[in-house]
């Protein structure tokens, strides 16, 4: 797709979804067809970092007026942004090659379930 055609970044997103975003049209090639998966997958990640910066400045945990110890409700939001993050690179297909070795467990590792 030529670089005339692609939409350029939006102004709201943070800078490593800003980042990301140029990396990957700088770097593969996409069908025009991709373009709103990457997109979506951008708003993904910026959603991810717009949280860390609201967990960042309140905490990871708050106190109830009982008393009680909670966990901050972005965290949920959080990980759901990051799967969703995950979700659009798998879908994209952003690998740098298939024949890398990788860590993990070996295809066949014999474990019979």
């Known amino acids: 797709m030529s670089q ?3 939409p350029a970044p939006k102004r709201s997103w943070l800078r490593p979804a800003k980042d990301f975003y140029s ?21 993904r990640l910026n959603s ?20 009680e ?9 959080q990980k759901d942004c990051w799967t969703g993050y995950l979700q659009g690179l798998k879908a994209l297909d952003l690998q740098e090659s298939a ?9 066949g590792s014999g474990l019979k379930f």
């Open 23 to 43: 990396s990957v049209i700088n770097g593969w090639e996409l069908a025009p067809e991709d373009i709103p998966l990457l997109v979506a997958t951008c708003e």
């Open 69 to 77: 110890i909670k966990k901050h409700p972005l965290l949920a939001t």
């Open 99 to 107: 024949d890398k070795k990788r860590p993990g467990r070996p295809i």
């Open 48 to 67: 991810f970092w717009e949280c860390q910066r609201t967990i960042d400045a309140e905490g990871m945990s708050f106190q109830t007026s009982l008393g």
């Open 4 to 6: 005339a055609k692609l």
